[in-house]
C-alpha cells in the first residue's frame, strides 16, 4: 500500500531495471516521468567492499577464500520451515561431503526452527561453519570472498552477482525473473537432489560457473545514484 501510495504522487521515478520501468508504464506512469538508473543498493554495496576486510567472526580470517571454494549460505524463509529447509541442509551436507574442496559457512538465523535443524543437520560436519547472523559490512565481504551464494533471500540474487558470484535460489518462485532471464542466478528449488546436482555442478564445471559468474547483473553497475542525480539536475 505504501509502495503503491508513494509511486502514485511521485513525479520522477528511477527505476532499477527495464522491467520495472515497464510495470510502472503499465501503471500509468508516463515515461518521461520515468528512468532506468539500476538499484541503489548495489551502489551501497560496492561501498562496504575492502580488500582488507578484517571479520568480526574471528573464523571467517582463518579461511582459505584463495584455495578453498567457500559456499555461503543463507536460509531462513518462513515458507522453507520444515521439509524443505530439512532438504537444502540434507543437500549441502552431502555436498560439503563429496567435494573435498568445498567448505560451507552459514549464518545461522536465530529463529529456534532454522537454528535447531541447522545444527542437528549440519553441526558435527566436517568442513561446514555454522556462525552467528552478521551485520551488512562484514555479510558483504565475505559474499564478496565466497566461491558462489546460495540462498532464499531476495535482496541477494541482485548483490551476489554484482560481486561476480553465482547464486543459487533456494525457493520455487522469486520476484526477481530479472536475474534468472539475464543468467545470474538459477532456481534450485527445494528438493534434495536438485540442490545437490546444481551445487555440484557450480562446483564441478568452470564453464558453468563461468557463465553465470560472467553475466551482465541486471540490477545496475554501482553507478545509480549519480544517474539519479543527473536526472534530477536536468529537471
Same mark, same amino acid.
Given at each position: 500500500?505504501?509502495?503503491?501510495?508513494?509511486?502514485?504522487?511521485?513525479?520522477?521515478?528511477?527505476?532499477?531495471?527495464?522491467?520495472?520501468?515497464?510495470?510502472?508504464?503499465?501503471?500509468?506512469?508516463?515515461?518521461?516521468?520515468?528512468?532506468?538508473?539500476?538499484?541503489?543498493?548495489?551502489?551501497?554495496?560496492?561501498?562496504?567492499?575492502?580488500?582488507?576486510?578484517?571479520?568480526?567472526?574471528?573464523?571467517?580470517?582463518?579461511?582459505?577464500?584463495?584455495?578453498?571454494?567457500?559456499?555461503?549460505?543463507?536460509?531462513?524463509?518462513?515458507?522453507?520451515?520444515?521439509?524443505?529447509?530439512?532438504?537444502?541442509?540434507?543437500? +549441502?551436507?552431502?555436498?560439503? !561431503?563429496?567435494?573435498?574442496? %568445498?567448505?560451507? $559457512?552459514? &549464518?545461522?538465523?536465530?529463529?529456534? *526452527?532454522?537454528?535447531?535443524?541447522?545444527?542437528?543437520?549440519?553441526?558435527?560436519?566436517?568442513?561446514?561453519?555454522?556462525?552467528?547472523?552478521?551485520?551488512?559490512?562484514?555479510?558483504?565481504?565475505?559474499?564478496?570472498?565466497?566461491?558462489?551464494?546460495?540462498?532464499?533471500?531476495?535482496?541477494?540474487?541482485?548483490?551476489?552477482?554484482?560481486?561476480?558470484?553465482?547464486?543459487?535460489?533456494?525457493?520455487?518462485?522469486?520476484?526477481?525473473?530479472?536475474?534468472?532471464?539475464?543468467?545470474?542466478?538459477?532456481?534450485?528449488?527445494?528438493?534434495?537432489?536438485?540442490?545437490?546436482?546444481?551445487?555440484?555442478?557450480? +562446483?564441478?564445471?568452470?564453464? !558453468?560457473?563461468?557463465?553465470? %559468474?560472467?553475466? $551482465?547483473? &541486471?540490477?545496475?553497475?554501482?553507478? *545509480?545514484?549519480?544517474?539519479?542525480?543527473?536526472?534530477?539536475?536536468?529537471?
Amino acid at each position: 500500500m505504501n509502495r503503491r501510495l508513494t509511486g502514485t504522487i511521485a513525479s520522477y521515478h528511477y527505476a532499477p531495471t527495464k522491467g520495472n520501468k515497464k510495470n510502472l508504464l503499465q501503471s500509468g506512469i508516463k515515461e518521461e516521468q520515468i528512468v532506468v538508473t539500476g538499484n541503489t543498493v548495489i551502489d551501497a554495496l560496492h561501498m562496504v567492499i575492502e580488500d582488507d576486510y578484517h571479520f568480526p567472526v574471528p573464523l571467517l580470517n582463518q579461511l582459505d577464500f584463495y584455495n578453498r571454494k567457500i559456499i555461503l549460505l543463507t536460509a531462513h524463509r518462513r515458507e522453507n520451515l520444515g521439509a524443505p529447509m530439512q532438504n537444502i541442509f540434507h543437500a +549441502l551436507r552431502r555436498v560439503v !561431503e563429496d567435494h573435498p574442496e %568445498a567448505e560451507l $559457512v552459514f &549464518p545461522v538465523h536465530l529463529n529456534p *526452527a532454522v537454528k535447531d535443524v541447522a545444527y542437528e543437520i549440519l553441526g558435527k560436519t566436517s568442513r561446514v561453519h555454522l556462525i552467528p547472523p552478521l551485520d551488512y559490512a562484514p555479510f558483504a565481504n565475505l559474499m564478496e570472498r565466497s566461491y558462489m551464494v546460495l540462498t532464499d533471500s531476495g535482496g541477494i540474487q541482485e548483490e551476489a552477482p554484482a560481486l561476480g558470484k553465482p547464486v543459487l535460489v533456494l525457493r520455487t518462485e522469486t520476484e526477481r525473473p530479472e536475474a534468472v532471464e539475464a543468467g545470474t542466478v538459477k532456481m534450485a528449488g527445494v528438493e534434495q537432489e536438485r540442490i545437490y546436482e546444481l551445487t555440484s555442478q557450480l +562446483l564441478l564445471d568452470q564453464d !558453468e560457473y563461468n557463465k553465470m %559468474a560472467r553475466a $551482465v547483473n &541486471p540490477y545496475g553497475d554501482g553507478l *545509480a545514484a549519480g544517474r539519479i542525480v543527473d536526472a534530477l539536475c536536468r529537471c
